[in-house]
């Protein structure tokens, strides 16, 4: 799906989209076969003020910065994927489920990039994450468009909270393509924290599986482990390894079996 708010802002009184779970709402520029069920229309009534006067802002209920906090070297685990729907949550909750398996207590789950969707939220904590954090949690609907201004002081902030929680493992989940919804300066920016973080890469085939290897090498991360549509069947799991050199597996269905970690 996709749309975006008005350059020139809404309109009160002018019916919309709502565009995500989350609430965002504007125009609508083109849908996919696999349309969500909260599409569907609203009427812009205004926005929300304080007893001042004052709009209300999300910013307003955002994580409180975490500044002065230390990292606490918990291993990062990240999930990123070639396109939509290639099966990065699926990929992420089978990794969950694994590290909960292994011993790993408290596992926080960050959903880093695209829009925020408390479907994804919900699957996490009901898989058992100890805190799960999106966007929202740092002030944003979104992290779409790419080259938004002032998303670098948003990645950090989401990092620094994350990270300086006790924990055994963060969980990350990059969600949209490897290009969009600034998911290249998400990367740069955990990469000054963790060049050595786990990679799982979902592709939707074997190409797309080579590709994204190639450029995710190219911005010093190694992928671990390669999942989603390209692991189907027998012999396009085995054309993923060889085309990659890289081991894949088909997480689709299988909970946390055979999840090398």
Known sequence: MVGGIPRRGLVVGRNYWVLAESGVIG???GGTP???THLGQAKYLGAV???DGKVINIREF???PADGLADRGAPVFLILGTSAEVGKTTAGL????????KGHR???ALKATGTSGITEIVAYQDYGAAQVFDCVDFGLPTTYPSNRKGIVDVFDRALDTCLSIPADAVLIECGGDMLGANVPVFLKRLKRRRSRARVILAAADALGALSGTRMLKEMGLTVSL?????TDTHTLRQRTETLCRTPALNMA???SEGVPL
């Open 34 to 36: 696999s349309t969500k």
């Open 62 to 64: 955002a994580v409180p």
């Open 226 to 230: 390669i999942t989603g549509p390209c």
């Open 94 to 101: 089978s990794v969950l489920r694994a590290l909960l398996q």
């Open 253 to 255: 269905g299988r909970g």
């Open 49 to 51: 003020s304080d007893d």
């Open 27 to 29: 125009d609508l520029v």
């Open 106 to 108: 408290t596992v926080i």
